[in-house]
């Protein structure tokens, strides 16, 4: 068994405390609110805040904490074996649009840095997608082909600066890493600076689109602004029905010390063994932090901690220098045709815009989504706007879009038909959670570890799905659309914007039944 450290925590939340914002308690009228303080909307807030626009920053709980707060941190254009699909799917001209904005996102990043000084760990550094299977490197010869086509500095090669063999690789130069946090708490600083507001501990519940839109928070206060941004990792709010074409996924991370001449020198990717991607990042004089991540799986589904000792074993076999220090995990979603939804929210919209579906790769997406949005606010063109469209759809999207429903309708309705996770309450062991039915109702009933249990709807407020429990993160989690919850019932993660409901356990009284 791995012995792990003793915080749950990502490196860059370790590293990088940011200071407090209030929460909103009053009504407020701005030009733009932007609703989620990751990377999208903090790029977004401080790309209009550059061009004019009076800013309202909303963040459900602290900002570049969320998703973004738990990153592998890769500014890349290489996001896995993407250019040959998108070759089939939107043509040449579509993949070189979809590079384009990716590489301009990774130069954009340094400059930014340059012009305000910041102090990230940005490392220039090539980015491989590699495969150990010799049945597989014909594939990876044609993705060269297609990012090659696309304008990128692609080409196939068989030799890394990995401790083990592969049978092939595409290697992209010109890529970079970084330390998230760094810079996004220095863009937020400058935001500030430049009269944005940013309020924290402030969840928006509802959303009224009109000229102007009206926003809602859970306090009650209210928000009127002449656009709106949701840039809340999934969208809180369904109109768009985009729930139908996104599927989440979580990935684990284990982060170790290694020798600095032991150091890979790159970003490593590879879609075999369930994912495996590895990279470092600066940790002293003598040493670098080997950051691996990997064993990809829909919320709600498989034991977290039997996974999380998967990868940590890969780890220790690869690198066997290394020393585990730190573990975390992610989460993001994924669009029914690979490329993710920037813009309009839906087909009604006028003031209304949404990034989401960045499929795992987040940090390029999130900056290229902040000088998209603001193109789109501020009335300019840009190239690769329609490739981004949320109002696209595309006849090959139709399989993907109908497996990922196929997913829901099989928790929805046979989580449902199952007895129970566990027959009775006494059966949780203290520090694990399951799901019980009490008094004819399904219940989630967590037991912490001086033994009292607590006990919620097990019901995601979204739209109905059974929650399951995380044994690693010690939460509930909607397999459905990916909501996730304390074992309070607290909201962690949206879509869903509304807290389990507490549930009485027998001799209780006084919750909701």
Same mark, same amino acid.
């Given at each position: ?144 082909? $297609? ?92 109109? $768009? ?273």
């Amino acid at each position: 068994m791995t012995r792990w450290p003793g915080s749950y925590e990502s490196y860059w939340m370790e590293t990088a405390e940011g200071p407090r914002h209030p929460g909103l308690t009053g009504d407020l009228e701005v030009d733009v609110a932007v609703v989620g303080g990751g990377v999208a909307g903090i790029c977004t807030a401080w790309e209009l805040a550059r061009a004019g626009r009076s800013v309202a920053l909303l963040e459900a709980d602290r900002i570049a904490a969320g998703v973004t707060g738990y990153t592998t941190a890769k500014l890349s254009s290489q996001h896995g074996l993407v250019y040959a699909q998108l070759r089939k799917s939107f043509g040449v001209e579509g993949a070189r649009r979809y590079a384009r904005s990716q590489q301009e996102a990774v130069e954009y990043v340094g400059r930014v840095a340059a012009e305000l000084g910041i102090d990230c760990d940005l490392e220039r550094l090539p980015g491989y997608a590699y495969v150990e299977s010799a049945e597989a490197v014909e594939r990876l010869r044609t993705e060269a082909d $297609a990012a090659r086509e696309a304008g990128l500095p692609a080409s196939f090669v068989t030799d890394t600066g990995l401790p083990y063999p592969v049978a092939g690789a595409v290697r992209f130069e010109e890529q970079a890493q970084f330390h998230p946090r760094k810079y996004l708490l220095a863009l937020v600083a400058d935001l500030v600076g430049q009269g944005g507001k940013v309020y924290e501990r402030t969840r928006i519940v509802s959303l009224h689109e009109g000229e102007p839109c009206r926003l809602t928070t859970e306090g009650g206060a209210e928000v009127v602004a002449r656009d709106v941004v949701v840039a809340t990792h999934y969208p809180v709010f369904d109109r $768009a029905l985009m729930f139908s074409r996104l599927e989440p996924h979580r990935e684990l991370v284990v982060a170790a010390t290694i020798p600095v001449d032991r150091d890979p020198g790159g970003m490593y990717v590879t879609p075999e063994q369930n994912t495996r991607s590895v990279r470092t990042a600066p940790y002293g004089e003598d040493q670098r932090l080997l950051i691996v991540t990997g064993e990809k799986f829909k919320p709600g589904t498989g034991e977290v901690g039997e996974r999380h000792e998967r990868l940590a074993a890969w780890t220790e076999e690869r690198f066997p220098y290394a020393r585990i220090t730190h573990r975390w995990a992610a989460q993001d979603n994924s669009t029914t045709d690979q490329v993710p939804y920037v813009g309009r929210f839906h087909p009604g919209a006028r003031h209304v815009y949404v990034a989401t579906g960045f499929g795992g790769w987040g940090m390029s997406n999130g900056v290229m989504s902040g000088r998209l949005l603001t193109a789109h606010i501020t009335g300019e063109e840009l190239p690769w706007a329609s490739l981004y469209d949320p109002r696209r759809l595309h006849p090959r999207e139709a399989p993907s879009l109908l497996k990922a429903q196929g997913s829901v309708l099989k928790h929805f309705v046979g989580d449902r038909l199952r007895a129970s996770h566990v027959d009775s309450v006494e059966e949780i062991a203290p520090g694990s959670g399951a799901v019980v039915r009490i008094g004819g109702r399904r219940c989630a009933v967590y037991r912490d570890e001086s033994g009292e249990a607590h006990a919620v709807s097990a019901r995601c407020t979204h739209l109905g799905c059974l929650v399951h429990f995380n044994d690693a993160e010690r939460a509930w989690e909607c397999p459905c659309h990916g909501s996730r919850f304390d074992t309070d019932g607290t909201v962690i993660q949206g879509p869903a914007v509304r807290p389990l409901e507490p549930r009485a356990l027998p001799g209780e009284t006084g919750a909701s039944d």
